[in-house]
């Protein structure tokens, strides 16, 4: 996140990042055959590495995106994923995603995601991946989900050993290593925010909350917020820069309604707004015209500012003739001897005798007799003159290019605005505005509850002594928890839902968006596949099982086997498990 500046003027300029294409890396050496590759499956962001404990953080990071360009159905030679798009932008009506929600629905796509991993790993051997996989799932991952994953990781690329499991929870459990592992774990990504109960090391699956709020929706919400401010603007407000500016300059209020009053306060608002500069030419138009163009485009400037000036003046002798007709029919009142209307007329025009009312009718003549000369007159004498200087600026100057011009001559060219202030967003209450959706996110329109709310509800289904313990450990992960003052809003809200004087602590992932996959290598390490140990799942168990099975281990979704009663009509494989959203 930017660092809080106390310059009075806070000018940002937009990174506009450009992906460059992923290295190839090669096997550490230290890497044998049966060394697991971690696979970080994210909405917003994929991670992958090799399972060794000098790996500090994955090497291969990208955006969980593909690109297939127009008239290539089926070529994969034609198709850009991840960093291999140098700018979203002009595809950004092409980008596909394997996720529909936090759900893994696109397998066309995963497979392509796929592709690029074992490639920039080198791990491919005759189109088989010979090393166990971790990878991670969403939250109560449908059976369906499971099933179509493992028959591609089985059956396409011939891997011999799989384990799934939670990104939240391998989080949790890297950051929390001393047992008893129980608490409550508030993860919030791109596409979805869940609250996830941990008893005893293992996820009760049943109390599992979503809130369709996260990162993405912040950014589409500031997006729109931009737009309908600066409609100027539009083309060049994207999405990119939106996430950039949500990321890097955006923070959690601890009091929302008390921090908008602080807005209210114009010190407070020069102090803290931020003005995000957008890219724009500063190069004078016409550099290489010839100097009858220059004299065109000139004479055009001038007949505009007549025009303006011509326009300006005949509203003034409008108004001065309308309030001149209403002071002479008030005056008539005093000529027919109609005193009362005419004594009520002056009280109204605030004078005090008629005398008054002919002095001011009288000025007022002479100033609508001065304006019709000046509109009948003055436009000719203007237009020579300003010609004249025209044509002598032309003639003085005729030898110079442009760019090199004279302040005197160069005046004629400057516009009349600061051209970079003009390209400036100014982005202030937008701040808070937008992490403010995870709390109530009625602000972009949704009918649920807010992270908070949500929250409570789940404690509410737990005992007093459950509810303890589970609130002495509130744990926040993900990428969309980074934003300034997230943990001390959230001591804050639990402060408002818990009894009085009762006892809780919040804590922050070391790293919110790379912890999952931290989590994941640590497990990978501590529980090497083979030799029956929990959490993996064989080939023969998937041809055994089926491909929805799950190995259960602490990091993992709870297994729920479809069961089969052939008096009651077969239910979609995803319904035991299907994740629930907030209730209302």
């Known amino acids: 996140m930017a660092a809080q500046q106390s310059a009075v003027c806070q000018v940002f300029s937009f990174q506009d990042r450009k992906a460059s294409p992923d290295p190839s890396f090669h096997p550490p050496a230290s890497c044998g055959s049966m060394c697991p590759i971690v696979i970080d499956n994210g909405s917003f962001q994929t991670r992958a590495d090799w399972a060794t404990r000098d790996a500090g953080a994955p090497r291969l990071l990208f955006r969980s995106v593909a690109a297939r360009s127009r008239g290539s159905a089926r070529s994969h030679t034609q198709v850009q994923v991840g960093n291999d798009i140098p ?15 936090n759900v893994v629905v696109n397998l066309e796509v995963q497979e392509l995601i796929f592709d690029h991993v074992f490639s920039h790993l080198h791990v491919t051997s005759e189109g088989c991946v010979d090393h166990p996989i971790v990878l991670t799932e969403a939250p109560c991952n449908p059976l369906h989900c499971r099933q179509m994953m493992s028959e591609l990781l089985f059956e396409c690329y011939g891997v011999p050993h799989v384990s799934y499991g939670v990104d939240a929870l391998y989080s949790f459990h890297h950051n929390n290593r001393q047992p008893p592992q129980t608490g409550v774990v508030l993860s919030s990504g791109y596409h979805c ?23 993405g929706q912040a950014a589409a919400y500031l997006q729109r917020l931009l737009q309908l401010k600066y409609p100027g603007h539009l083309a060049a407000i994207t999405l990119s820069r939106m996430e950039e500016l949500l990321h890097g300059h955006s923070y959690t209020a601890v009091d929302y309604q008390q921090e908008l009053e602080k807005w209210r306060s114009p010190e407070f608002y020069e102090r803290e707004v931020h003005r995000m500069q957008l890219p724009f030419s500063g190069k004078l138009p016409g550099g290489c015209v010839s100097a009858e163009e220059r004299q065109e485009r000139r004479a055009q400037q001038l007949r505009r500012l007549q025009d303006i000036n011509a326009r300006r003046r005949g509203e003034k002798l409008q108004q001065d003739q309308e309030r001149l007709d209403r002071l002479t029919a008030v005056q008539e009142l005093l000529e027919d001897g109609l005193l009362d209307h005419f004594h009520k007329s002056l009280q109204e025009l605030n004078m005090d005798s008629a005398e008054e009312l002919q002095s001011y009718i009288t000025k007022l ?87 908070m709310e949500t929250l409570q509800y789940v404690l509410a289904r737990y005992t007093p002594e459950q509810q303890e313990a589970l609130v002495s450990n509130v744990f926040l992960t993900g990428g969309n928890m980074q934003y300034p003052g997230m943990k001390e809003r959230m001591e804050r809200e639990l402060l408002a839902i818990r009894p009085f004087q009762s006892h809780f602590k919040v804590t922050m992932a070391t790293r919110p968006a790379l912890d999952a996959w931290l989590g994941a290598r640590d497990w990978a390490l501590e529980h090497p596949p083979g030799g029956g140990g929990e959490g993996w799942i064989s080939r023969q168990d998937y041809e055994e099982k089926g491909g929805e099975y799950l190995s259960e281990h602490c990091a993992s979704n709870v297994y729920v086997p479809i069961k089969v009663n052939r008096n009651v009509p077969a239910r979609p494989l995803e319904a035991p498990v299907a994740m629930v959203t907030s209730p209302l």
């Open 365 to 451: 003549q002479q100033a609508v007799e001065q304006s019709r000369h000046k509109l009948l007159h003055s436009d000719t004498a203007e237009a020579k003159t300003e010609a004249s200087e025209l044509e002598e600026g032309d003639n003085m100057y005729a030898d110079f290019p442009e760019d090199t011009l004279p302040e005197k001559a160069a005046h004629v060219l400057q516009p009349a605005f600061n051209m970079a202030e003009y390209h400036q967003l100014f982005v202030g209450t937008e701040r808070l505005r937008c992490p403010e959706i995870l709390f109530q996110p009625s602000l972009t329109g949704e009918d649920q509850m807010g992270l």
């Open 193 to 215: 925010s869940h609250i996830l109960p941990v008893l005893d090391g293992r996820l009760d699956g049943v109390n599992c909350k979503r809130v369709n709020v996260a990162g």
């Open 87 to 101: 700018n979203m932008e002009p595809l950004r009506w092409l980008l596909k995603s394997q996720f529909d929600r």
